[in-house]
């Protein structure tokens, strides 16, 4: 997939500096498919284990939809607000991708088909039995895939909200979510009405140890 930069696209340093989480949409703003299709594929194009790409992006951008969920996101404003809620869910068969992502590098000759099987066999096993491994796998690689998303919308002059403030369970019995996925975050995206609160981070020294603590 060919990705053209965006006229508006910022810098990435001046992104990641200038995304944060806005709370306040303009309702009224609408967001072009283009616009959209662009920030799901730059999400698409986080790293995953294996290439397993354990996520699955749920759009919700109808007025109906999102005033359903609403008291969902315990009456968070911003998910009716905003001009679209992405519920990025997690895959907790994931492994069931495995030969198909595989199968492109097998046609092209990048890779045996023995290979191919005996990588399938290893991520398969990796994730039998019932062990926390599935959910961690998804719920960390939908968060890379997350991430970027927030990137890519505020690279495009849109705003985002990270959201965990959801009940999981009511949201896969509305929106029909097959038990196969984990709901990972909410994400608003849209127009800001008003900028995001101040938030500090801490100093490198307080965060980073070298080599070993
Ligand atoms: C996993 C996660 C869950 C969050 N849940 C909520 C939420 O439910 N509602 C909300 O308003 N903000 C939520 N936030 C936003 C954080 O409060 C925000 O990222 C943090 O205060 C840092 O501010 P910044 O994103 O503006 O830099 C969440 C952020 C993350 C990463």
Same mark, same amino acid.
């Given at each position: 997939?060919?990705?053209t930069?965006?006229?508006e696209?910022?810098?990435?340093?001046?992104?990641?500096?200038?995304r944060? @989480?806005?709370?306040? +949409? %303009?309702?009224?703003?609408? *967001?072009?498919?283009?616009d959209?299709?662009?920030?799901?594929?730059? =999400?698409?194009?986080?790293?995953?284990?294996? &290439?397993?790409?354990?996520?699955?992006f749920?759009?919700i951008d $109808?007025?109906?939809?999102?005033?359903?969920?609403l008291?969902?996101?315990?009456n968070?404003?911003?998910?009716? /607000?905003? @001009?679209?809620?992405?519920a990025v869910?997690? $895959?907790? &068969?994931?492994?069931?991708?495995a030969?198909?992502?595989?199968?492109?590098?097998?046609?092209?000759?990048? *890779?045996?088909?023995?290979?191919? /099987?005996?990588?399938?066999?290893?991520?398969?096993?990796?994730?039998?039995? /019932?062990?926390?491994?599935?959910? %961690?796998? =998804?719920?960390l690689?939908?968060?890379?895939a @997350?991430m970027?998303? *927030?990137?890519?919308?505020?690279a495009?002059? +849109?705003d985002?909200?990270?959201?965990?403030?959801?009940?999981?369970?009511?949201?896969?019995?509305q929106?029909?979510?097959? /038990?196969? +996925?984990?709901p990972?975050?909410?994400?608003?995206?849209?127009?800001?009405?008003?900028?995001?609160?101040?938030?500090?981070?801490y100093?490198l $020294?307080?965060?980073?140890?070298? &080599?070993?603590f």
């Amino acid at each position: 997939m060919a990705m053209t930069a965006h006229p508006e696209d910022l810098g990435l340093f001046q992104t990641i500096n200038e995304r944060h @989480s806005v709370r306040k +949409y %303009d309702p009224g703003a609408e *967001m072009p498919e283009e616009d959209l299709n662009a920030i799901l594929e730059a =999400a698409t194009k986080a790293p995953s284990s294996w &290439n397993l790409q354990h996520w699955k992006f749920l759009v919700i951008d $109808d007025e109906a939809k999102k005033k359903e969920l609403l008291p969902i996101a315990y009456n968070q404003q911003q998910v009716v /607000d905003s @001009s679209a809620v992405i519920a990025v869910l997690g $895959d907790l &068969n994931a492994n069931e991708n495995a030969a198909d992502v595989y199968q492109g590098a097998v046609d092209n000759g990048f *890779m045996t088909e023995q290979i191919r /099987d005996t990588l399938v066999g290893q991520i398969n096993k990796a994730y039998e039995g /019932d062990t926390p491994f599935p959910r %961690d796998e =998804a719920v960390l690689n939908a968060s890379l895939a @997350s991430m970027n998303l *927030m990137l890519a919308a505020k690279a495009l002059g +849109y705003d985002t909200c990270p959201m965990g403030g959801f009940q999981r369970g009511k949201l896969m019995e509305q929106f029909n979510v097959p /038990d196969r +996925y984990v709901p990972v975050m909410l994400l608003t995206v849209g127009k800001a009405a008003k900028p995001a609160h101040q938030s500090a981070r801490y100093e490198l $020294d307080k965060v980073v140890v070298k &080599n070993s603590f």
